[in-house]
């Protein structure tokens, strides 16, 4: 049986993680208009080093508060390795892309990675991620948007 309860976690639970995705949003959007100014006057790669230092010791203070509740095992930390690996290749791309290109096509361009993380998450994992038809029908909205505007500035 539903009770009020499990509605109100649940709930809370789901436009929290709404409002954690429109903080990131935020953020990338803003670190975009950022890096393209500053790739005007610093090598993309050097720019794309400092930004990933000033993160890794903003993420180190927060994270400290948890590491007693770290796992023990070394397989979450290799997966968070590989997380960060292609995170920081993500932002070396961007501000290369920034360094070459307008700010006005990279973006919506860099819009379309939820597509690449529908199918890698199909293919590597299925078993937590579900695919519907929703999903792919945003995806192929995305996908048309960001080829809309391409070609439009172009």
Not at 32 to 38: E, G, S
């Amino acid at each position: 049986m539903i009770n009020r309860t499990s509605i109100r976690k649940k709930f809370t639970g789901i436009w929290l993680g709404y409002l954690f995705a429109l903080g990131a949003a935020f953020s990338y959007g803003t670190s975009q208009v950022v890096a393209k100014n500053i790739v005007e006057t610093i090598h993309p790669l050097v720019a794309a080093s400092f930004g990933l230092l000033f993160g890794a010791i903003t993420m180190s203070i927060f994270a400290s508060k948890e590491i007693k509740s770290a796992p023990k095992s070394i397989g979450p930390y290799i997966k968070a390795s590989f997380a960060g690996l292609f995170s920081s290749a993500g932002i070396v791309f961007m501000f290369l892309a920034l360094n070459t290109s307008p700010l006005v096509v990279v973006s919506p361009i860099l819009a379309i990675n939820p597509i690449f993380a529908i199918i890698l998450s199909s293919i590597f994992i299925n078993r937590l991620e579900k695919i519907t038809i929703r999903l792919v029908l945003g995806a192929v909205c995305i996908s048309t948007g960001v080829i809309l505007v391409t070609l439009s500035l172009n």
